[in-house]
């Protein structure tokens, strides 16, 4: 079965912090995909990053980072310079076969 | 283009009865899958329809149904409701089938359904 942890459930910071959200999964599949939602208070969850199980290249869009590492089965996610816009649920989700699990979720507050 | 479209926003419901959400997807989207969030059990994946037929279900009790449309449309029916089901309910579209395609999702803004 697939899992997705999350260990943070919420974080608080102060605006202009870097702040890291973990991820770690399990899966038997060889081939799987990865993926970061937000969710700010309006309810409605919007994708963010998509990764495939064979691309490990870290990717950075703006001041949103991600590091894949299929060794440690991790898939975190750094927001530098954080901003009060960025307060919301973060869900980190892993897709493979016919099976798509989200973790807990983080709950990020940025504080001015 | 219209983003994912979710009705009722509020929902409020007594045990034993039965309720229906609406879940209208992007335009040209045939997927459509449904979650469960709650504060305990976070978010849960409910089933996937694609072209008007269920591709996947997850781990929920058969009094969970739903049902597709020819324009895609999705409805999500829980009967004799349990105090809970209380929970906010997200529909997701995709342009291709989810389980399987790993698509991306579009989420709507969910119906938040409280039983009483």
């Known amino acids: 079965a697939q899992k997705v942890t999350q260990a943070q459930t919420e974080i608080s910071v102060v605006e202009k912090e870097d702040v890291t959200l973990d991820c770690v999964y399990e899966?038997?599949?060889?081939?799987?995909?990865l993926f970061w939602y937000k969710q700010p208070p309006s309810g409605e969850l919007v994708f963010l990053i998509r990764?495939?199980?064979?691309?490990?290249q870290n990717e950075i869009s703006g001041r949103y980072s991600w590091n894949f590492q299929k060794s440690t089965s991790s898939f975190n996610f750094t927001i530098t310079a954080s901003q009060v816009v960025d307060s919301a649920v973060y869900f980190c989700?892993?897709?493979?076969?016919?099976?798509?699990?989200f973790g807990a979720g983080t709950r990020l507050t940025v504080k001015p | 283009k219209a983003g994912v479209t979710q009705t009722p926003r509020y929902l409020i419901k007594t045990r034993g009865q039965q309720v229906t959400l609406s879940c209208s997807p992007i335009?040209?989207?045939?997927?459509v899958s449904w979650y469960q969030q709650t504060p305990g059990q976070g978010l849960q994946f409910l089933f996937e329809?694609?072209?008007?037929?269920?591709?996947n279900k997850g781990n929920f009790p058969g009094r969970f149904s739903g049902r597709q449309f020819s324009n895609s449309r999705s409805e999500m029916n829980v009967s004799t409701l349990e105090l809970g089901d209380s929970a906010l309910y997200l529909c997701?579209?995709?342009?291709?089938?989810?389980?399987?395609?790993?698509?991306?999702?579009?989420f709507g803004s969910g119906t938040q359904l409280s039983v009483l």
């Open positions: 899966t038997r599949d060889t081939t799987y995909y």
């Open positions: 997701a579209s995709s342009p291709m089938l989810l389980t399987g395609g790993h698509e991306k999702l579009f």
């Open positions: 990764r495939n199980s064979f691309d490990e």
């Open positions: 329809y694609f072209s008007e037929t269920q591709r």
């Open positions: 335009s040209g989207h045939r997927s």
């Open positions: 989700a892993l897709s493979g076969g016919n099976d798509m699990r």
